[in-house]
């Protein structure tokens, strides 16, 4: 314990196997129908192109984009948490691809897979969409305000917290980043959209 508490790294990369394999062992659980998979599909490649657009891009990886989080959030919180989880994981390695910031491969699982997949949380809240927003957006943020704690904590300003940075930075564009999902969640017909799902998963089921 001695050795994990003197080696920030060693510690992050066991909370990061840990994660992962709980959420591996949700993800397992998904029924994965036609349907579902075609739902994924489509909101990875939404929050993909979503990011390409970016309102600000911070020197250190992180932006703003036009709500590249809200086709995971929607999908976690129309299909389950765990479905959450799996479109944020396969999106989290698109994101790699498209820009990447690397440091230190545990680095990579918090600010990549880890995050994303941590949008899937807003799949405990689908009755009360903009709670869920803000749960999946906070779980991305404690991904990212760690690997800045562990692994940017030399980027930090001489006198200033790597704790106190992390927050800072991450804050700076995540915050806004969740504004612009919450402005766009209000301006969607949530109320027409849930109702034509239910009503064909009940078409689904019946024989």
């Not at 001695?2 to 790294?9: G, I, K, M």
């Not at 510690?11 to 349907?35: N, Y």
């Not at 989080?69 to 129309?78: D, F, I, K």
Request: glycine content about 8%; aromatic content about 12%.
């Amino acid at each position: 314990m001695d050795v994990l508490l003197a080696n920030p790294a060693s510690l992050a990369l066991l909370a990061a196997a840990l994660a992962f394999a709980g959420v591996l062992l949700r993800i397992r659980r998904i029924p994965l129908t036609t349907r579902l998979m075609t739902h994924i599909g489509l909101a990875v490649a939404l929050a993909a192109v979503l990011h390409m657009v970016r309102l600000y891009q911070m020197p250190q990886g992180g932006s703003i984009t036009p709500g590249s989080m809200l086709p995971l959030l929607l999908v976690a919180m129309w299909h389950g948490p765990e479905a959450g989880f799996l479109a944020g994981f396969l999106f989290g390695f698109v994101n790699l691809m498209q820009g990447p910031y690397i440091l230190h491969p545990v680095q990579v699982l918090f600010d990549y897979p880890l995050p994303f997949m941590a949008l899937g949380l807003a799949g405990y809240f689908p009755a009360r969409p903009y709670l869920g927003a803000a749960v999946g957006v906070a779980g991305r943020f404690l991904c990212h305000y760690l690997s800045g704690v562990v692994f940017f904590a030399s980027y930090a300003p001489p006198g200033m917290s790597p704790y106190w940075y992390s927050f800072v930075f991450n804050a700076t564009y995540l915050v806004p980043e969740l504004a612009v999902c919450l402005v766009v969640l209000k301006m969607l017909p949530l109320a027409r959209i849930k109702p034509a799902r239910d009503a064909d998963s009940t078409r689904r089921k019946e024989p």
